[in-house]
């Protein structure tokens, strides 16, 4: 099993299979992304070749991290030819801060 871990917690849990690695961030499929520990943002961005994003703060502990998960709900259908024909649609990749291992 692959986590993202922040200081000892479990944000997200899948197998190594399961995830999909895009410009080097590992994305993990939503049903695996413990979602009490990310807060919608309002920051917005559009990925020139993968489309709009989300991005979430994620909470550690009383704090909040801003923008420190993003996920693209709908990416463009030619972003799919860049990740194999894999569907990363809601997947949730996380900064530096989460560790993923």
């Keep these: 099993m692959t986590q993202a871990l922040l200081n000892g917690v479990v944000i997200a849990d899948a197998p190594q299979d399961d995830l999909i690695k895009i410009e080097g961030n590992w994305y993990f499929p939503p049903s695996s992304v413990n979602s009490e520990f990310l807060v919608d943002s309002k920051t917005p961005y559009t990925c020139p070749w ?11 502990g009383d704090a909040l991290l801003q923008d420190r998960a993003w996920s693209y709900p709908h ?9 194999d024909g894999k569907d990363f649609s809601n997947y ?4 530096k801060e989460v560790k993923v291992g």
């Design 50 to 60: 993968k489309g709009e994003c989300q991005y979430f703060s994620v909470k550690d």
């Design 75 to 83: 990416p463009y259908e030619t972003a799919f030819a860049r990740t």
């Design 92 to 95: 949730v990749a996380f900064w």
